[in-house]
């Protein structure tokens, strides 16, 4: 019985993969859409009435230009610079030194059964994809658009919020693009997202924090939501972390070795 759970979740993380694969495109125009929609509905309740049409502002549609187009940017430049069937040459040092190991051939490796996105390591690329809307759903929730007529606090809590939501997508999109091409960076690179990650939400509190005459209200909801996202990238790391240097799968996919046991 638990063999034949086993192998039904290995069969739909198969199917999962592949038809990230194979719809990329089409996944890519969806977000697109839904992206623009909501943003659009967000340039609607602006903080400030807008003198002439969000339109025609830059300073009302080009951030959100920013948050729908940045993350597709990323993607397509992580598949751009790592394309397809290419075989990436391994670090010169590795970081990963948990564990006894040994080499496998390059070629060697991609004929094991271990080799490949599937099983446990699907449940990570679709949450790193995942990550990207959920964030950009809160960015929409909780800021509302400029308007031509803000106060200056206001104006400096969109910048780094904005400026949190666009680069942090970009780096898990980028993140994303380079574990479906199964670069042997993929591992370090997502742990360092997850350190920019951290170091931004706590950055934009001190920020935020030296920006005078925020509203009480304001202030709370906005620590709030911080810190939520601080637990959501240390409960990430604390359940990922030991998976990406332990698991045989992450190993023979990203860094062609095997347990040496």
């Not at 719809?23 to 602006?46: D, H, Q, S, T, Y």
């Not at 790592?82 to 670090?91: E, T």
């Not at 959501?232 to 240097?245: D, E, F, G, H, R």
């Amino acid at each position: 019985m638990v063999r034949m759970v086993r192998d039904r979740l290995y069969r739909k993380s198969v199917a999962v993969v592949l038809s990230m694969q194979v719809n990329l495109e089409r996944i890519v125009v969806i977000w697109i859409m839904a992206a623009a929609f909501a943003c659009g509905l967000r340039l609607a309740f602006p903080a400030t009435p807008y003198s002439g049409t969000p339109w025609g502002s830059g300073a009302g549609l080009l951030p959100y230009m920013l948050v729908v187009g940045a993350p597709v940017g990323s993607l397509l430049l992580g598949l751009k610079l790592f394309p397809a069937g290419r075989i990436h040459a391994q670090p010169a040092f590795r970081l990963a030194q948990v564990g006894r190991w040994r080499k496998v051939d390059c070629l060697r490796a991609r004929e094991m059964s271990q080799f490949g996105l599937y099983g446990v390591m699907a449940s990570l690329l679709v949450g790193i994809a995942v990550n990207v809307p959920v964030r950009t759903l809160e960015f929409l929730s909780s800021i509302p658009a400029l308007g031509s007529y803000s106060p200056p606090w206001f104006v400096g809590l969109y910048g780094v919020m904005l400026a949190d939501v666009v680069i942090l997508s970009s780096l898990y999109m980028f993140a994303f693009a380079m574990a479906l091409r199964l670069v042997p960076l993929f591992p370090r690179f997502l742990v360092m997202v997850w350190g920019v990650d951290l170091l931004a939400q706590l950055g934009i509190a001190h920020l935020v924090a030296g920006i005078d005459n925020v509203p009480h209200g304001v202030d709370a909801a906005l620590l709030d939501m911080l810190t939520g996202n601080v637990k959501k990238v240390l409960i990430s790391a604390a359940i990922w972390l030991p998976y990406l240097l332990l698991s045989d799968r992450v190993n023979l996919t990203f860094r062609h070795r095997v347990s040496a046991k």
